[in-house]
């Protein structure tokens, strides 16, 4: 019914504070909910969330897709919020509360991040679920296109990182070859037009779920490399890489690919923390000299060229790929966040990236 009037901004406001109202809460019930009991109600929330996704993803398509995304949303929240309090006996407006209260220390806690995380990924595909599939022979094309620009950019990352050990360029000159080439692929991409959709990661997996008993679009599927390429994406963006939280599916756990053991995982980690290291600083070093670039550089694709050379630098030292270490370090997830080296060198990491995009963009 509320989707009949979503342009109508006093019934929009009147919905909003009966679904989500403000300021409800307990201020004295919200300060007995201590840290560890907001873990507990979040963890409680992703497994509840998870029962609905299971449920919905059973119905028929067709049902599936009278349902609006905001209908889904607003259900599936009232859903969890009924058995958050039915199981634990708080008050969802009182928990929203307690979660201001300890907000600084609740964004440091891993735990917190990661159920957060989940419960946005789960939302996102139950409002995926709702939406109609491009049909196959679409998906199909979308997938080999992704396979034949995965291949050409591991060539071209391989012959850029050889070249800038060799010192055959520099630093500016590689990222004005990196950004020639990305240029060159979106061209190629745009060119395609309708012959290939342009999906999100969601709808990618939302599309496999769908098709995946058809062979041509499991061969497909596989051949493309578009798992494991989601996982790494993620990883590479997430402060905690390489978990349950940030995988595309369990599935990659059975995934073959070369068998790394974790103390391997870690050293190749720290490897690429060095030549993040060792990038930045060379672009530090040609952004105060004589031959600093004309124009500015833009962050996303000197992220990612940083990220591609650190990822050749490994496979050249040990022969492994950045997909097949980032699926080694799924079935390792357990035991490589436990491990110190592994998780300082993750944070440096990201420390890193972020001093690279900052260096693009430097304050006035």
């Given at each position: 019914?509320?989707?009949?009037?979503?342009?109508?901004?006093?019934?929009?406001?009147?919905?909003?504070?009966?679904?989500?109202?403000?300021?409800?809460?307990?201020?004295?019930?919200?300060?007995?909910?201590?840290?560890?009991?907001?873990?507990?109600?979040?963890?409680?929330?992703?497994?509840?969330?998870?029962?609905?996704?299971?449920?919905?993803?059973?119905?028929?398509?067709?049902?599936?897709?009278?349902?609006?995304?905001?209908?889904?949303?607003?259900?599936?929240?009232?859903?969890?919020?009924?058995?958050?309090?039915?199981?634990?006996?708080?008050?969802?407006?009182?928990?929203?509360?307690?979660?201001?209260?300890?907000?600084?220390?609740?964004?440091?806690?891993?735990?917190?991040?990661?159920?957060?995380?989940?419960?946005?990924?789960?939302?996102?595909?139950?409002?995926?679920?709702?939406?109609?599939?491009?049909?196959?022979?679409?998906?199909?094309?979308?997938?080999?296109?992704?396979?034949?620009?995965?291949?050409?950019?591991?060539?071209?990352?391989?012959?850029?990182?050889?070249?800038?050990?060799?010192?055959?360029?520099?630093?500016?000159?590689?990222?004005?070859?990196?950004?020639?080439?990305?240029?060159?692929?979106?061209?190629?991409?745009?060119?395609?037009?309708?012959?290939?959709?342009?999906?999100?990661?969601?709808?990618?997996?939302?599309?496999?779920?769908?098709?995946?008993?058809?062979?041509?679009?499991?061969?497909?599927?596989?051949?493309?490399?578009?798992?494991?390429?989601?996982?790494?994406?993620?990883?590479?963006?997430?402060?905690?890489?390489?978990?349950?939280?940030?995988?595309?599916?369990?599935?990659?756990?059975?995934?073959?690919?070369?068998?790394?053991?974790?103390?391997?995982?870690?050293?190749?980690?720290?490897?690429?923390?060095?030549?993040?290291?060792?990038?930045?600083?060379?672009?530090?070093?040609?952004?105060?000299?004589?031959?600093?670039?004309?124009?500015?550089?833009?962050?996303?694709?000197?992220?990612?060229?940083v990220q591609a050379l650190a990822s050749a630098a490994v496979e050249h030292r040990y022969g492994t790929s950045a997909e097949d270490m980032t699926i080694a370090g799924f079935q390792h997830a357990s035991a490589l966040q436990k491990n110190e080296r592994f998780t300082r060198a993750t944070d440096k990491q990201q420390e890193i990236l972020m001093a690279v995009a900052r260096l693009c963009a430097p304050e006035s």
């Amino acid at each position: 019914m509320l989707s009949a009037y979503e342009e109508d901004e006093e019934v929009m406001t009147a919905a909003q504070r009966l679904l989500h109202p403000m300021g409800k809460g307990d201020p004295e019930r919200a300060h007995s909910i201590n840290m560890s009991k907001i873990i507990q109600i979040h963890e409680l929330m992703v497994t509840e969330m998870q029962k609905v996704l299971e449920e919905f993803l059973q119905l028929p398509q067709e049902v599936r897709r009278s349902f609006t995304g905001k209908g889904c949303e607003t259900t599936a929240e009232l859903l969890v919020s009924v058995a958050v309090e039915q199981q634990l006996s708080v008050r969802c407006e009182d928990v929203e509360q307690a979660v201001i209260l300890y907000e600084e220390s609740l964004q440091q806690n891993a735990d917190f991040t990661r159920c957060t995380e989940q419960l946005a990924n789960m939302m996102q595909h139950l409002i995926g679920a709702a939406q109609t599939r491009v049909q196959k022979a679409e998906f199909v094309s979308l997938l080999q296109h992704m396979g034949e620009s995965t291949r050409k950019a591991k060539a071209f990352a391989q012959t850029l990182h050889d070249d800038y050990r060799a010192k055959r360029c520099d630093i500016v000159v590689a990222y004005r070859r990196f950004e020639e080439f990305s240029e060159e692929s979106m061209a190629e991409a745009a060119s395609l037009g309708e012959e290939v959709p342009d999906l999100s990661q969601t709808e990618m997996q939302l599309c496999y779920d769908e098709y995946s008993a058809d062979e041509e679009v499991k061969a497909a599927w596989d051949q493309s490399g578009v798992e494991s390429s989601m996982m790494l994406r993620s990883a590479m963006m997430s402060s905690i890489p390489m978990t349950r939280s940030t995988a595309s599916s369990a599935g990659l756990e059975d995934r073959k690919g070369k068998k790394l053991k974790s103390s391997e995982i870690v050293e190749m980690q720290e490897l690429m923390l060095d030549k993040l290291i060792l990038y930045h600083k060379d672009a530090l070093v040609a952004f105060s000299g004589a031959k600093a670039p004309q124009k500015p550089w833009r962050a996303e694709v000197a992220v990612q060229m940083v990220q591609a050379l650190a990822s050749a630098a490994v496979e050249h030292r040990y022969g492994t790929s950045a997909e097949d270490m980032t699926i080694a370090g799924f079935q390792h997830a357990s035991a490589l966040q436990k491990n110190e080296r592994f998780t300082r060198a993750t944070d440096k990491q990201q420390e890193i990236l972020m001093a690279v995009a900052r260096l693009c963009a430097p304050e006035s």
